[in-house]
Structure formats: structure tokens, C-alpha cells
């Protein structure tokens, strides 16, 4: 969850939402994103609302503490059954997300996901995800997740180099998210992810492709592998303004994606998602996959984010603030938008072109039409797919998607 909030409207304190958002709700898939915001420490480059126990020592007292989440996290969920009301659906995906949530007990987790399954239910073919830390877990850990309901988890591998960890402030050892691929197999789990970050300061190309290299002999049916972003305000960046580490340009990060794309297609992953690869259909990462097609999702914890029919809503940041809200039976809601339907249609063609199957070109104006045929004719659309209506990106439009997007939403 991205640290800084956007503005916006008046969220009630009931939570209600207007009934335009809750009209044809049965139609459309339901998922929670539940978010833990705690950490052991903060790594240099993240830019999430996350906390370690220092930040949180004196500003918010019991309220703040990771020992009661649960409970309080169950309280949203329990907030969310009442504003959605008769709403039938049950949970298509559960995903657990941070910070680290693998720092609470196994037993927290597993009961959070309980709440959703009393409130709303499971669909029998739910998709169950937690992230972790590579050392926040060990077999017994993750049998309990097993046990408990989860059937999918993406470790935080990020890179297989000592040097390039040290440089994100990543805690684990190499070697040690391959061997916890190998416990989540042996534990049960289907599906697990490792993600993946290239173009550090540092990292050589060598670097990546051994990197690729241990996330593939790991065996994982899905990898993700994103861009070092440098966000303003966070250790890295004040680090490179003062020369201690070089700047990574884009011709580096094109690079290391051509590599990514080259590697992972020859070991049999496919991609589905401009950062994402899979074994397999069903090895996907179906939560992000709905949200990349606009479907609702409740977003619980602070500073997560909701979207409910067009209704888009997003947390208060500090843990005890959105404790206190909750235990004075008001929603943790710090604002929310009304998307008119211009908003989604642009945020459907910014999320859908990034996917396999790209997005539907009647969803263009004249202008994004027109920068279509454009995008075509210069090798950044597949020439297949648009003569049956679709706009899909080639390799070379994947190098080029942010510019490609632009052009098409005029």
C-alpha cells in the first residue's frame, strides 16, 4: 500500500456506500486484500505504509500493537458485511499483503482469513495468498498456513547476490527463498511465487541472470520481476543524491528485461502481465488479475485501498488510527471518489493493455484509435490480435507500455 494518500470526498462514518455501487454487485467477482503493516525493519527502497516497532513506540500505544491485529483487522471485516449487506458473493481471493505479514503468528493469519470465510464465505475454488519474508518462516510456519485455508504464497526474493540485497536492505540470505519454495511444496502449497527486483544500483547483468537462474532451479510456478522504482522520501533515494550509490538508467532496466522475458520464456513461464510470468493458466495470480480487470475488491487494514462498483476508498495510514476508528464503531475510511465513467474507462485501458489479452480497442476515442494504428504500424501492437478488435502489446510494446498507454487514452 503506497504511503501517501490522495484526496478526496468524505468517507461516512458508517462506511455506507452510495447504492449505484452495490447495483449488479452479484455479477461481479468479490475480493479482500487484508494488509499488515508491520516490519522487522525498512528496506531502503520501500515506499509503503509500513511500520517497524520503533516507528510505532509512543504513537499509538496498545491500539498500534501487532499482538491484537487480528482482532482488530476482524473488526473491518466484520464492518464490510454490514455495508455490503445481503451482498451474496463469497471471497473469490484472499490476499495478505504488507509490510510482512509473516511476522505475525501463523495462528493471526489464519484467523483473519477466518472472519472472511464467517462473513462472506469462500468460493470452493478460492484462491488464498499470503506474502512473506524468506526469514519469517520456517516448515512449521507454513504447514499451519496450509492447514489453516492458504494455498498460494510469493516470497520477497528479490535477488540471488548478497551485495545487491544489501544495497535494498533485504534481511535474508541467498539461498534461502529457494529453500523456502521447497518447504511451501513440502507443506502443501500448489502455488508459490518468488519476486523479483532488477536494475539496483550495482547489479550487473551477471547479477540478473544468476538471479533468474536460482528463481527458476527453485521451481515456482509463478515469478514476478519489477523495475526498481526510487521513491522520493525513502533511504535510496537519499543515499543516491549523495553519490553513495549510482543511479540505474532505463536503457539498464529495458535490458534486464529482455533478459527476464528471454530466460523465464526458455524455462516455460509465459507472461500474462507486463511484470508477471506463469508455469501455467492456473498458476496466475487470479487477486491481481482482478484487480488489473476493475472487479470489486475491500481492502482492509490501514491505508488499503477498496474499489466497490465504481466507488473507490482508501484507509486512514497510522495503525492507531484506524484501531481507534474501529473501536469507536466508525468506519477506518479517511476519504473516497466516485469514478465517473471517463476515470474507468481510462483506468481500463491503463491496467488491460498491460495484460495478455490487452484491452478492447472500442474502448478508444478517435485520438487513442488513431495512436492505435500508429503504435501498430511502428511494431508495438500485435498485428493478430488487432485485426480481432484488441489492442495487445508485442515485446517491443511491453519496453514502451507506459508510452504506449498514454497515447491511447486521448
Not at 472472519?115 to 475454488?125: C, S
Not at 528479490?158 to 535494498?168: D, E, F, M, Y
Not at 544468476?210 to 520481476?225: E, F, K
Request: proline share 5%; charged share 25%; hydrophobic share 40%.
Amino acid at each position: 500500500m503506497p504511503s501517501v494518500l490522495p484526496d478526496g470526498e468524505t468517507m461516512p462514518e458508517d462506511g455506507s456506500l452510495p447504492a449505484s455501487a452495490l447495483a449488479g454487485a452479484g455479477d461481479r467477482p468479490l475480493a479482500f486484500y487484508l494488509h499488515v503493516p508491520y516490519c522487522a525493519t525498512r528496506c531502503g527502497y520501500c515506499d509503503f505504509n509500513t511500520y517497524t516497532a520503533t516507528e510505532l513506540r509512543g504513537s499509538g500505544g496498545v491500539l498500534a500493537s501487532r499482538d491484537n491485529y487480528a482482532d482488530t483487522l476482524a473488526d473491518e471485516i466484520r464492518l464490510a458485511r454490514k455495508v455490503l449487506g445481503d451482498d451474496p458473493r463469497r471471497a473469490r481471493t484472499v490476499f495478505v499483503g504488507g509490510g510482512t505479514p509473516t511476522l505475525l503468528a501463523a495462528a493471526d493469519l489464519v484467523a483473519m482469513l477466518g472472519v472472511v470465510r464467517e462473513e462472506f464465505g469462500l468460493a470452493d475454488d478460492a484462491e488464498i495468498t499470503t506474502e512473506a519474508n524468506p526469514d519469517s518462516v520456517n516448515p512449521e510456519y507454513l504447514a499451519e498456513l496450509r492447514a489453516g485455508g492458504f494455498n498460494r504464497i510469493s516470497f520477497g526474493m528479490q535477488s540471488a547476490r548478497q551485495h545487491v540485497l544489501k544495497v535494498l536492505d533485504r534481511t535474508h540470505t541467498p539461498g534461502r527463498p529457494e529453500a523456502c519454495v521447497a518447504e511451501a511444496r513440502a507443506a502443501g502449497f500448489e502455488h508459490v511465487n518468488l519476486d523479483l527486483i532488477y536494475g539496483t544500483p550495482g547489479e550487473s547483468d551477471e547479477d540478473w541472470r544468476a538471479t533468474l537462474a536460482a528463481a527458476v532451479g527453485a521451481g515456482p510456478d509463478h515469478i514476478s520481476a519489477y523495475a526498481l522504482i526510487v521513491e522520493e522520501g525513502t533511504q535510496l533515494a537519499r543515499r543516491i543524491r549523495r553519490g553513495e550509490v549510482p543511479m540505474t538508467d532505463d536503457d539498464i532496466h529495458a535490458d534486464r528485461y529482455l533478459i527476464a522475458d528471454s530466460v523465464l520464456a526458455d524455462a516455460g513461464y509465459s507472461w500474462y502481465e507486463v511484470s508477471n510470468w506463469a508455469t501455467s493458466e492456473a498458476g496466475r495470480c487470479l487477486h491481481n488479475e482482478l484487480y488489473w480487470r476493475g472487479a470489486d475488491w475491500w481492502g482492509a487494514g490501514p491505508g488499503a485501498h477498496s474499489h466497490v462498483g465504481g466507488v473507490r476508498w482508501w484507509n486512514v495510514k497510522h495503525p492507531g488510527a484506524y484501531a481507534a476508528a474501529l473501536a469507536g464503531g466508525r468506519s477506518p475510511g479517511a476519504a473516497r471518489e466516485v469514478l465517473p465513467d471517463e476515470d474507468r474507462r481510462v483506468e481500463r485501458i491503463l491496467l488491460e493493455l498491460r495484460l495478455l489479452d490487452g484491452v478492447p480497442l472500442r474502448l478508444l476515442k478517435p485520438d487513442g484509435l488513431a495512436a492505435s494504428r500508429k503504435a501498430l504500424a511502428d511494431g508495438l501492437l500485435e498485428e493478430t490480435a488487432y485485426a480481432r478488435g484488441r489492442g495487445v502489446l508485442t515485446l517491443r510494446g511491453r519496453l514502451l507500455a507506459d508510452a504506449v498507454v498514454r497515447d491511447l487514452v486521448d
